[in-house]
């Protein structure tokens, strides 16, 4: 709130409560998918598919905050023109109590669908949650700071756990997917992808404003950013566990296959 922008254009301020309103529908939708499917996977993988639904259940909690601020935040100032900026102001820190929560828990429901020996899973799991709090903690006085040097101080330092979280997921997780099918080990592969694709859209917008794109239009690109990455890291990312979890049902259980693809010949099951 330190750096509020004080206007914002009307196609500025539409361009962003729409995207606010588009996150917050898949949020919560693709959250009530995740329950709703959880029948279609053995009991084993259900825990992945209920802290992925937990994931887009919160962050649908914290857009519906995030919009009700930006609301309260801008006002319009005549019809159709710009909005100015209310004693209200923007609550930024919505979005760094949501990753508090949601980080560690997307790291957790990544660990879950592998269902891998209990030893592992508490190895892995004692390195990433720690450090993806750490990453969220270290990375607000930076998002709040309004000059450039403490924001690439704390940018700097929160980069830390961030690169020793993909190390471990790059490095340390590659030796526990020798185990898994091989269908299932390349879609892990690409769940690695989409992770380090989104997560990585984060640090960049945390920078725009760093890389000198004006005050209302670092604001807009950074809500875009930050929005769109959410939905891909939590929604989409929420969609592949289900498929990982069902591919794995599958291999574990030939008679919980044939119930579930029934209609679908196993060549159209592996290509996809
Ligand atoms: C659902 C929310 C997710 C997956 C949020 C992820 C957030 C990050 C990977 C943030 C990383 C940051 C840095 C690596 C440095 C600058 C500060 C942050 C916090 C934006």
Known sequence: MSSAITSLTHGQYQTVYNVFSFALASMLFTSIFLLVSQGRVLPRYRQALVISAMVCGIAAYHYIRIFNSFNEA?????????????????NEAYRYVDWLLTVPLLLLETVAVLALPKVTRASLLNKLIPASALMIVLGYPGEIAADTAPKMIWGALSTIPFLFILYVLFVQLTKSLDRQSPEVSATVGRLRLLLIATWGVYPISFLFPVFGLDGSDAFVARQVGYSVADVLAKCLYGLVIYKIARMKSADDNPAFAADEFEDEPASARTAA
Request: hydrophobic share 35%; glycine share 18%; charged share 5%.
């Open 74 to 90: 801008y006002l319009p100032t005549t019809l159709g023109g710009d909005y100015a900026l209310s004693p209200m102001g923007f």
